[in-house]
């Protein structure tokens, strides 16, 4: 490691002092080799508890032996989630026979939508997640998800009624360890060992990406304070998926704050770029670049990577990047295009979809009914344009022509999947859109924008810090025009 910065200094003091400690770090400065650092410096017993297994893989090869590395499901599939290998192991079936087996058998309706056994069997197994992702001992109302057009909340509570049976029939069901009617995943048994009140036998933990923590693993980690020295590291601004259970633990958590600001992965000019971000995501730090790190941020013709704000966007970069003769890569492959071009020709042929996104659409009109003229649908507009275009065929011939990251010109992911990865050079996607205009003129007689969200800032700032020597803003070029270069 090199020399500690002042601030990974003063971690390591306060560590050291015993103090519970909540630790933001930026993009790119170092959070692992801090975190390396305070377990080298004490003989005591630790768990460093990672987001996934390739962060714990690594962090293992450097971090102390006195340190366990796991994610938090490889600790509860040691502790219960063993008992139920051979149904993790069991065939994937489709959401449809599940619900079969679990007595769903007919429609039902809700205000004016009828909503097919298909669609009822996939929101409760929907459900069945939430309520794992979630603190709650018990399934209730809130873990059943919204459907588009049931947006009135007597809707909804008529939807609960429905699924909420079935859900609690499910979740019976996957209490037997040799077999049932529901695919068992990895969430399950997390779920039921948070469940138990599990008790870590360490000195210390860390949690790593805190900021993207589930209630579940959050509720686990802080029942251990009585005994252990509690460490949270992570990064507010990059707390991204909140859509599916995750919150930001960190900004009510009970310890001592602390910053890491200096990042090691790009220098000051993009370091400026990333605190416009920081700035409108009301975030509790600014970045420093460093020096000696040639950045630039400007168009560019052949990035290594283009990073799109949705999977429609994706679809969109890979169609033009296929179609100007570059090898291109989509990280963790095409599947979810494909979903959504299958869903598509669905639709086109007169059939109904169980795809979440479109399955209350009876028909390719109706969708583009509703993308053209319901401000909600506004966000399935470019993927109307690029069917209607293009062909679900199309789609589906692009996917298999997607190469592997190793030989391809360019590589195009989602800034969600994009986290905690970095390239050379970056794109943005064209599929950030700018806020809104409000009524309000300014002085010049143009109209006043909407402020940025901080949920669109914090996504904006995590796809702009992954590039580490160029930058081509792209897609969010627009925000030359509402903020200064340093926000």
Known sequence: MHTPTDEQ????????????LVLQAGAGTGKTSTL?????????????????????????????????????HATAYAALGHRYRSRLNSPRQSAWRTGQALGITRPVRISDQ?????????????????????????????????????????????????????????????QNPDHGAVRFEHDHYLKMWALTEPRTEADFLLLDEAQDTNPVLEEVFTAQRAHAQLVMV???????????????????????????????????????EANRWLALAEAPIRLTGTEAIATEVGPMQRPDAVL??????????????????H?????????????????????????????????????????????????AGRDLQP?????????????????????????????????????????????????????????????????????VSDTAARLAYVAVTRARHHLDLGGLSWINDQLSPTG
């Open 9 to 20: 200094a003063h971690a390591a003091d306060a560590f050291r002092g015993g103090h519970h």
């Open 36 to 72: 390396g650092l305070l377990a080298a410096d004490t003989p005591r017993r630790g768990r460093y508890l990672a987001f996934n297994k390739d962060i714990a893989r690594d962090a293992s090869a450097r971090f102390p032996r006195t340190v366990t590395c796991k994610t938090a």
């Open 114 to 174: 009828e909503i097919s056994s298909r669609t009822l069997s996939h929101t409760v197994l929907r459900t069945v997640s939430r309520y794992c992702h979630s603190a709650d001992r018990t399934l209730a109302r809130h873990h059943v998800p919204p459907l588009r057009g049931l947006n009135t909340a007597d809707a909804h509570t008529e939807l609960a009624q429905q699924v909420l049976p079935f859900a609690r029939k499910a979740w019976n069901d996957l």
């Open 234 to 272: 992570g990064d507010s601004a990059q707390a991204i998926y909140g859509w599916r259970g995750a919150q930001d633990v960190m900004t009510g958590f009970d310890a001592t704050p602390l910053t890491l600001t200096r990042s090691f992965r790009f220098g000051p000019l993009l370091a400026a």
């Open 308 to 325: 799109c704000r949705t999977n429609i966007g994706a679809m969109t970069e890979v169609m033009q990047l296929l179609a100007a003769g």
């Open 327 to 375: 090898r291109v890569a989509l990280t963790r492959g095409g599947s979810q295009l494909a979903s959504l071009a299958l869903a598509a020709r669905d639709l086109k042929d007169g059939r109904r979809t169980s795809h979440p996104e479109l399955v209350l659409f009876a028909s390719w009109g109706e969708l583009q009914d509703y993308a053209a003229h319901d401000p």
């Open 383 to 451: 993927f109307v344009d690029l069917i209607d275009t293009h062909g679900p065929d199309a789609i589906l011939s692009a996917v298999d022509q997607l190469t592997d990251e190793a030989h391809a010109d360019v590589t195009v992911s989602t800034a969600h999947t994009a986290k905690g990865r970095e390239w050379r050079t970056v794109r943005i996607g064209n599929d950030f859109p700018p806020p809104r205009d409000t009524d309000q003129l300014d002085s010049q007689g143009r109209p006043i924008p909407e402020p």
